[in-house]
Protein backbone atom coordinates (compact mmCIF):
# COMPACT_ATOMS: atom_id res chain seq x y z
CA UNK A 1 0.00 0.00 0.00
CA UNK A 2 1.33 3.53 -0.61
CA UNK A 3 0.06 6.98 -0.19
CA UNK A 4 0.46 9.91 -1.95
CA UNK A 5 0.22 13.83 -1.36
CA UNK A 6 -0.06 16.50 -3.81
CA UNK A 7 0.88 19.80 -3.14
CA UNK A 8 0.95 22.92 -5.63
CA UNK A 9 4.36 24.71 -5.21
CA UNK A 10 3.51 27.39 -8.16
CA UNK A 11 3.32 29.68 -5.24
CA UNK A 12 6.55 28.62 -3.56
CA UNK A 13 8.43 28.95 -6.71
CA UNK A 14 6.76 31.95 -7.03
CA UNK A 15 7.85 33.46 -3.96
CA UNK A 16 11.07 32.38 -4.36
CA UNK A 17 11.40 34.04 -7.75
CA UNK A 18 10.28 37.04 -6.14
CA UNK A 19 12.79 37.16 -3.57
CA UNK A 20 15.62 36.22 -5.95
CA UNK A 21 14.77 39.49 -8.05
CA UNK A 22 14.91 41.01 -4.89
CA UNK A 23 18.09 39.97 -4.00
CA UNK A 24 19.03 40.84 -7.43
CA UNK A 25 17.98 44.36 -7.32
CA UNK A 26 19.37 44.44 -3.73
CA UNK A 27 23.12 43.61 -5.02
CA UNK A 28 22.54 45.73 -7.97
CA UNK A 29 22.18 49.16 -5.93
CA UNK A 30 24.30 48.13 -3.32
CA UNK A 31 27.47 47.25 -6.09
CA UNK A 32 26.66 50.07 -8.37
CA UNK A 33 26.90 52.89 -5.80
CA UNK A 34 29.71 55.54 -5.96
CA UNK A 35 29.32 54.92 -1.72
CA UNK A 36 31.50 51.82 -0.31
CA UNK A 37 28.91 50.12 2.00
CA UNK A 38 29.87 47.11 4.51
CA UNK A 39 28.65 45.18 7.16
CA UNK A 40 30.34 45.27 10.43
CA UNK A 41 30.13 43.10 13.61
CA UNK A 42 31.72 43.46 16.73
CA UNK A 43 35.53 45.34 14.87
CA UNK A 44 35.33 42.84 11.98
CA UNK A 45 33.78 43.86 8.85
CA UNK A 46 32.08 40.75 7.43
CA UNK A 47 30.47 41.69 3.65
CA UNK A 48 31.11 44.75 1.98
CA UNK A 49 29.96 45.94 -1.87
CA UNK A 50 32.15 46.10 -4.46
CA UNK A 51 32.72 49.79 -4.21
CA UNK A 52 34.22 49.70 -0.71
CA UNK A 53 36.45 46.60 -1.94
CA UNK A 54 37.83 48.94 -4.73
CA UNK A 55 38.53 51.69 -2.56
CA UNK A 56 40.16 49.70 0.00
CA UNK A 57 42.16 47.60 -2.41
CA UNK A 58 40.38 44.43 -1.13
CA UNK A 59 38.78 41.83 -2.85
CA UNK A 60 35.88 38.96 -1.80
CA UNK A 61 38.81 36.26 -0.92
CA UNK A 62 40.03 38.84 2.04
CA UNK A 63 36.40 38.98 2.86
CA UNK A 64 36.12 35.56 3.04
CA UNK A 65 39.04 35.21 5.19
CA UNK A 66 38.20 37.93 7.24
CA UNK A 67 41.28 39.72 6.34
CA UNK A 68 39.62 43.00 6.62
CA UNK A 69 39.53 44.12 10.33
CA UNK A 70 38.40 47.38 10.93
CA UNK A 71 41.76 47.91 13.28
CA UNK A 72 43.59 48.32 10.10
CA UNK A 73 40.77 49.49 7.94
CA UNK A 74 39.86 52.08 10.20
CA UNK A 75 42.67 53.15 12.61
CA UNK A 76 40.91 56.65 13.02
CA UNK A 77 38.41 54.78 15.08
CA UNK A 78 41.22 54.57 17.91
CA UNK A 79 41.13 58.79 18.10
CA UNK A 80 38.66 60.59 20.19
CA UNK A 81 36.82 62.21 17.19
CA UNK A 82 35.78 58.43 16.16
CA UNK A 83 35.31 57.62 20.10
CA UNK A 84 33.13 60.36 19.94
CA UNK A 85 31.17 58.69 16.75
CA UNK A 86 31.20 55.57 17.93
CA UNK A 87 29.50 56.88 21.49
CA UNK A 88 26.84 58.20 19.12
CA UNK A 89 26.35 55.33 17.27
CA UNK A 90 25.67 53.35 20.98
CA UNK A 91 23.38 55.93 21.76
CA UNK A 92 21.36 56.85 19.09
CA UNK A 93 22.26 54.17 16.50
CA UNK A 94 23.60 56.08 13.76
CA UNK A 95 26.79 57.94 13.44
CA UNK A 96 26.82 61.97 12.14
CA UNK A 97 28.82 61.36 9.14
CA UNK A 98 33.12 62.57 9.52
CA UNK A 99 36.26 62.86 7.93
CA UNK A 100 38.78 60.15 8.36
CA UNK A 101 41.42 57.93 6.37
CA UNK A 102 40.97 54.35 5.49
CA UNK A 103 44.25 52.13 5.34
CA UNK A 104 44.42 50.54 1.93
CA UNK A 105 45.29 47.02 1.55
CA UNK A 106 48.19 48.46 -0.11
CA UNK A 107 49.22 50.93 2.67
CA UNK A 108 48.06 54.22 0.71
CA UNK A 109 45.58 56.20 2.73
CA UNK A 110 42.58 57.23 1.34
CA UNK A 111 40.55 60.38 2.92
CA UNK A 112 36.75 59.43 3.17
CA UNK A 113 33.40 60.26 5.07
CA UNK A 114 32.34 57.97 6.96
CA UNK A 115 28.86 57.19 8.29
CA UNK A 116 27.12 54.52 9.83
CA UNK A 117 23.71 52.89 11.56
CA UNK A 118 24.01 50.34 13.97
CA UNK A 119 21.49 47.21 15.25
CA UNK A 120 22.41 46.09 18.72
CA UNK A 121 22.24 42.72 18.84
CA UNK A 122 24.60 40.54 21.26
CA UNK A 123 27.15 42.14 19.42
CA UNK A 124 27.73 45.60 18.16
CA UNK A 125 26.70 45.23 14.27
CA UNK A 126 26.38 47.83 11.77
CA UNK A 127 26.49 49.20 8.06
CA UNK A 128 28.66 51.32 7.53
CA UNK A 129 28.64 54.51 4.44
CA UNK A 130 32.14 55.70 2.90
CA UNK A 131 32.52 58.63 0.55
CA UNK A 132 35.59 59.30 -0.91
CA UNK A 133 36.31 62.49 -0.14
CA UNK A 134 40.39 62.79 -1.87
CA UNK A 135 38.92 65.21 -4.43
CA UNK A 136 37.41 67.48 -1.72
CA UNK A 137 40.88 67.07 0.78
CA UNK A 138 43.01 68.24 -2.46
CA UNK A 139 41.01 71.05 -3.47
CA UNK A 140 41.22 72.26 0.85
CA UNK A 141 44.90 71.60 0.45
CA UNK A 142 45.54 73.63 -2.90
CA UNK A 143 42.90 76.77 -1.36
CA UNK A 144 45.50 76.38 2.30
CA UNK A 145 48.67 76.84 -0.23
CA UNK A 146 47.04 79.22 -2.11
CA UNK A 147 46.25 80.89 1.23
CA UNK A 148 50.17 80.87 2.22
CA UNK A 149 51.61 82.24 -0.42
CA UNK A 150 48.81 84.97 -1.50
CA UNK A 151 49.96 86.02 1.91
CA UNK A 152 53.79 85.55 1.68
CA UNK A 153 53.74 87.55 -1.79
CA UNK A 154 51.32 90.31 -0.49
CA UNK A 155 53.63 90.89 2.87
CA UNK A 156 56.81 91.93 0.73
CA UNK A 157 55.32 94.69 -1.43
CA UNK A 158 53.42 95.54 2.06
CA UNK A 159 56.33 96.50 3.83
CA UNK A 160 58.02 98.45 0.96
CA UNK A 161 54.84 100.41 0.78
CA UNK A 162 55.02 100.99 4.29
CA UNK A 163 58.26 102.27 3.72
CA UNK A 164 57.51 104.93 0.85
CA UNK A 165 54.61 106.20 2.69
CA UNK A 166 57.07 107.52 5.97
CA UNK A 167 59.50 108.67 3.74
CA UNK A 168 56.87 110.41 1.60
CA UNK A 169 55.62 111.68 4.70
CA UNK A 170 58.69 113.07 5.74
CA UNK A 171 59.02 115.06 2.79
CA UNK A 172 55.57 116.19 2.25
CA UNK A 173 55.79 117.90 6.35
CA UNK A 174 58.89 119.64 5.08
CA UNK A 175 57.28 121.65 2.85
CA UNK A 176 54.38 122.75 4.99
CA UNK A 177 51.40 121.76 2.77
CA UNK A 178 47.90 122.42 3.97
CA UNK A 179 46.52 118.76 4.84
CA UNK A 180 49.10 116.71 4.46
CA UNK A 181 48.54 115.59 8.29
CA UNK A 182 45.42 114.41 7.65
CA UNK A 183 45.84 112.57 3.97
CA UNK A 184 49.02 110.72 5.82
CA UNK A 185 46.93 109.69 8.53
CA UNK A 186 44.34 108.08 6.48
CA UNK A 187 47.32 106.71 4.42
CA UNK A 188 48.24 104.76 7.61
CA UNK A 189 44.88 103.84 8.69
CA UNK A 190 44.28 101.55 5.40
CA UNK A 191 47.69 100.66 5.64
CA UNK A 192 47.73 99.33 8.93
CA UNK A 193 43.95 97.13 7.93
CA UNK A 194 46.13 95.58 5.05
CA UNK A 195 48.70 94.72 7.19
CA UNK A 196 46.49 93.39 9.84
CA UNK A 197 44.14 91.20 7.19
CA UNK A 198 47.74 89.97 5.73
CA UNK A 199 49.21 89.07 9.12
CA UNK A 200 45.76 87.14 9.92
CA UNK A 201 45.79 85.45 6.33
CA UNK A 202 49.32 84.40 7.80
CA UNK A 203 48.64 83.33 10.92
CA UNK A 204 45.34 80.99 9.47
CA UNK A 205 47.94 79.43 6.99
CA UNK A 206 50.55 78.99 9.33
CA UNK A 207 47.64 77.27 11.74
CA UNK A 208 47.14 74.83 9.14
CA UNK A 209 50.32 73.72 8.91
CA UNK A 210 50.83 74.22 12.25
CA UNK A 211 53.78 76.22 11.72
CA UNK A 212 52.05 79.30 14.69
CA UNK A 213 55.29 79.90 16.79
CA UNK A 214 54.73 80.91 20.75
CA UNK A 215 57.03 82.24 22.75
CA UNK A 216 57.26 80.93 26.27
CA UNK A 217 57.43 83.73 29.16
CA UNK A 218 55.94 84.90 32.14
CA UNK A 219 53.07 87.18 30.97
CA UNK A 220 51.06 89.62 32.80
CA UNK A 221 47.16 89.63 31.87
CA UNK A 222 45.97 92.50 33.71
CA UNK A 223 48.93 94.83 32.39
CA UNK A 224 48.07 93.13 28.58
CA UNK A 225 44.74 94.08 29.06
CA UNK A 226 45.27 97.51 30.51
CA UNK A 227 47.67 98.31 27.45
CA UNK A 228 45.05 96.78 24.89
CA UNK A 229 42.39 98.26 26.40
CA UNK A 230 44.26 102.10 25.96
CA UNK A 231 44.96 101.27 22.43
CA UNK A 232 41.36 100.44 21.19
CA UNK A 233 40.14 103.46 23.37
CA UNK A 234 42.43 105.51 21.77
CA UNK A 235 41.13 104.38 18.16
CA UNK A 236 37.36 103.84 18.98
CA UNK A 237 35.98 107.28 21.17
CA UNK A 238 32.66 105.62 19.99
CA UNK A 239 32.70 103.69 22.95
CA UNK A 240 33.68 103.35 26.57
CA UNK A 241 35.42 99.98 27.93
CA UNK A 242 34.91 99.61 31.43
CA UNK A 243 38.38 97.23 32.69
CA UNK A 244 37.90 95.55 36.00
CA UNK A 245 40.89 94.55 37.12
CA UNK A 246 42.08 90.92 39.09
CA UNK A 247 42.36 90.59 42.55
CA UNK A 248 45.11 88.80 42.89
CA UNK A 249 47.72 89.10 40.20
CA UNK A 250 47.17 87.07 37.02
CA UNK A 251 50.71 85.30 35.67
CA UNK A 252 49.96 82.87 32.51
CA UNK A 253 53.33 81.22 30.64
CA UNK A 254 52.40 82.30 26.86
CA UNK A 255 53.25 84.50 24.15
CA UNK A 256 52.77 87.39 25.06
CA UNK A 257 52.17 89.42 21.36
CA UNK A 258 49.51 86.71 20.98
CA UNK A 259 47.78 86.74 23.90
CA UNK A 260 47.69 90.55 23.46
CA UNK A 261 46.19 89.64 19.64
CA UNK A 262 43.30 87.21 21.85
CA UNK A 263 42.35 90.05 23.80
CA UNK A 264 42.49 92.69 20.53
CA UNK A 265 40.31 90.96 18.37
CA UNK A 266 37.75 90.03 21.10
CA UNK A 267 37.47 93.73 22.03
CA UNK A 268 37.20 94.97 18.39
CA UNK A 269 34.53 92.05 17.82
CA UNK A 270 32.83 94.00 21.10
CA UNK A 271 33.00 97.44 19.35
CA UNK A 272 32.04 96.28 15.89
CA UNK A 273 29.07 93.95 16.85
CA UNK A 274 27.55 96.77 19.28
CA UNK A 275 27.16 99.43 17.25
CA UNK A 276 24.52 101.34 18.90
CA UNK A 277 25.62 100.15 22.39
CA UNK A 278 28.34 102.09 23.95
CA UNK A 279 29.63 100.35 26.93
CA UNK A 280 32.12 97.24 26.58
CA UNK A 281 32.48 95.98 29.85
CA UNK A 282 36.19 93.34 30.47
CA UNK A 283 36.45 91.61 33.48
CA UNK A 284 39.18 89.65 35.01
CA UNK A 285 38.89 86.58 37.55
CA UNK A 286 41.33 84.97 39.40
CA UNK A 287 40.42 81.56 41.08
CA UNK A 288 43.00 79.40 42.56
CA UNK A 289 44.18 77.70 39.66
CA UNK A 290 42.99 79.40 36.88
CA UNK A 291 42.34 83.04 35.70
CA UNK A 292 38.74 83.95 33.98
CA UNK A 293 38.72 87.24 31.02
CA UNK A 294 35.53 88.12 30.06
CA UNK A 295 34.76 90.37 27.29
CA UNK A 296 30.64 91.58 26.90
CA UNK A 297 29.20 93.91 24.99
CA UNK A 298 25.39 95.00 24.49
CA UNK A 299 25.05 94.30 20.43
CA UNK A 300 23.74 92.18 17.98
CA UNK A 301 24.28 88.79 19.95
CA UNK A 302 24.80 85.48 17.93
CA UNK A 303 22.08 83.14 17.28
CA UNK A 304 22.10 80.41 19.39
CA UNK A 305 21.86 77.52 16.72
CA UNK A 306 25.14 79.51 15.52
CA UNK A 307 27.56 79.50 18.25
CA UNK A 308 29.30 76.54 17.93
CA UNK A 309 30.23 77.61 14.79
CA UNK A 310 31.93 81.07 14.82
CA UNK A 311 35.01 79.26 15.81
CA UNK A 312 35.40 77.79 12.73
CA UNK A 313 37.38 79.16 9.80
CA UNK A 314 36.46 81.55 7.72
CA UNK A 315 33.02 81.14 9.46
CA UNK A 316 30.56 84.20 9.83
CA UNK A 317 27.47 84.67 11.57
CA UNK A 318 26.32 87.57 10.02
CA UNK A 319 24.14 87.13 6.71
CA UNK A 320 26.55 88.15 3.39
CA UNK A 321 24.41 90.66 2.69
CA UNK A 322 25.11 92.73 5.81
CA UNK A 323 27.44 94.69 4.96
CA UNK A 324 27.28 96.89 8.18
CA UNK A 325 29.66 94.91 9.61
CA UNK A 326 33.07 93.95 7.14
CA UNK A 327 34.87 90.70 8.09
CA UNK A 328 36.53 87.66 6.86
CA UNK A 329 35.54 84.82 9.56
CA UNK A 330 39.05 84.56 11.30
CA UNK A 331 39.78 86.66 13.86
CA UNK A 332 37.92 83.82 16.27
CA UNK A 333 39.65 80.94 14.67
CA UNK A 334 42.84 82.52 15.50
CA UNK A 335 41.80 83.39 18.80
CA UNK A 336 40.17 79.82 19.96
CA UNK A 337 44.09 78.37 18.37
CA UNK A 338 45.82 80.54 20.97
CA UNK A 339 44.09 80.41 23.80
CA UNK A 340 44.29 75.97 23.08
CA UNK A 341 47.66 76.45 22.17
CA UNK A 342 47.93 78.15 26.03
CA UNK A 343 45.98 74.91 27.54
CA UNK A 344 43.25 77.30 27.75
CA UNK A 345 39.27 77.08 26.58
CA UNK A 346 37.09 79.60 25.42
CA UNK A 347 33.13 80.23 25.59
CA UNK A 348 30.40 81.90 24.54
CA UNK A 349 27.41 83.43 26.29
CA UNK A 350 24.76 85.23 23.57
CA UNK A 351 21.48 86.34 22.67
CA UNK A 352 20.53 87.92 19.64
CA UNK A 353 19.80 91.46 19.86
CA UNK A 354 20.80 91.11 23.39
CA UNK A 355 24.54 91.03 23.27
CA UNK A 356 27.28 88.80 23.78
CA UNK A 357 30.07 87.68 26.72
CA UNK A 358 33.09 85.91 25.46
CA UNK A 359 34.86 83.82 28.55
CA UNK A 360 38.51 83.27 27.92
CA UNK A 361 40.40 81.20 31.03
CA UNK A 362 43.85 80.27 31.18
CA UNK A 363 45.68 78.10 33.36
CA UNK A 364 47.57 80.03 36.01
CA UNK A 365 51.17 80.04 36.20
CA UNK A 366 52.51 77.84 39.16
CA UNK A 367 54.94 80.64 40.13
CA UNK A 368 52.12 83.70 40.29
CA UNK A 369 51.99 83.31 44.06
CA UNK A 370 56.02 84.31 43.85
CA UNK A 371 53.86 87.38 41.82
CA UNK A 372 55.04 90.49 40.79
CA UNK A 373 58.65 90.28 40.84
CA UNK A 374 58.88 87.69 38.54
CA UNK A 375 56.78 89.63 36.06
CA UNK A 376 58.48 92.78 36.19
CA UNK A 377 61.89 91.22 35.73
CA UNK A 378 60.32 90.19 32.07
CA UNK A 379 58.88 93.05 31.78
CA UNK A 380 62.00 94.95 30.79
CA UNK A 381 62.78 94.84 27.25
CA UNK A 382 59.14 93.62 26.45
CA UNK A 383 57.30 95.63 23.13
CA UNK A 384 54.59 97.44 24.04
CA UNK A 385 51.38 96.89 21.90
CA UNK A 386 51.43 99.21 19.15
CA UNK A 387 48.00 98.62 17.18
CA UNK A 388 44.78 97.53 17.46
P1 LIG B 1 34.76 88.51 11.55
O1 LIG B 1 34.36 89.44 12.63
O2 LIG B 1 35.89 88.99 10.72
O3 LIG B 1 33.60 88.08 10.72
P2 LIG B 1 35.47 86.55 13.62
O4 LIG B 1 36.12 85.24 13.43
O5 LIG B 1 36.09 87.52 14.54
O6 LIG B 1 35.30 87.13 12.17
O7 LIG B 1 34.01 86.26 14.14
C1 LIG B 1 33.23 85.22 13.53
C2 LIG B 1 31.77 85.60 13.57
O8 LIG B 1 31.30 85.55 14.92
C3 LIG B 1 31.47 86.99 13.08
O9 LIG B 1 31.31 87.02 11.69
C4 LIG B 1 30.18 87.32 13.82
O10 LIG B 1 29.10 86.78 13.13
C5 LIG B 1 30.33 86.57 15.14
N1 LIG B 1 30.79 87.43 16.25
C6 LIG B 1 32.02 87.49 16.77
N2 LIG B 1 32.07 88.34 17.81
C7 LIG B 1 30.82 88.83 17.98
C8 LIG B 1 30.22 89.73 18.88
N3 LIG B 1 30.88 90.32 19.87
N4 LIG B 1 28.88 89.97 18.72
C9 LIG B 1 28.18 89.38 17.75
N5 LIG B 1 28.70 88.51 16.85
C10 LIG B 1 29.99 88.22 16.96
Known amino acids: ?43 EIVC ?16 QQRNVPWATTTPALASSFSQQAYQEMVAHHCMTPFEMELVCKDGSHLPVLLGGIAFHEEVLQGVGFVMDNSACRELEQRKDTFLGMISHELKTPLAS ?19 VEVVCARMDTQLHAVTRLVDELLDVSHIQTGKLE ?25 HTIMLRHAASPAAVVGDRDRLARV ?32 VRD ?19 AVPLQQCAFPGLGMGLYIVAEIVRRHGGTIRVESEKGKGSIFHVTFPLAA ?9 KEKRDGQDSIKSV
Not at 219 to 227: A, G, N, Q, S, T
Not at 269 to 287: C, F, H, M, Q, S
Not at 306 to 311: K, P, T
Request: with cysteine.
Open 214 to 238: YAQEMVDLDEILEEVVGVIQGVHTT
Open 367 to 375: SRRGGPEVL
Open 263 to 294: FLNLLSNAIKYAPDAPLIEVGLATEASAVTIS
Open 298 to 316: QGIGIPRELQGRIFERFYR
Open 161 to 179: LKLQTQFLRKKLEKQDLPN
Open 48 to 63: ANTTFLRMTGNSQEDL
Open 1 to 43: MWLSTCTDIDDQKRTEETLRQSQKRVDLLMNSSIIGIFCAEDD
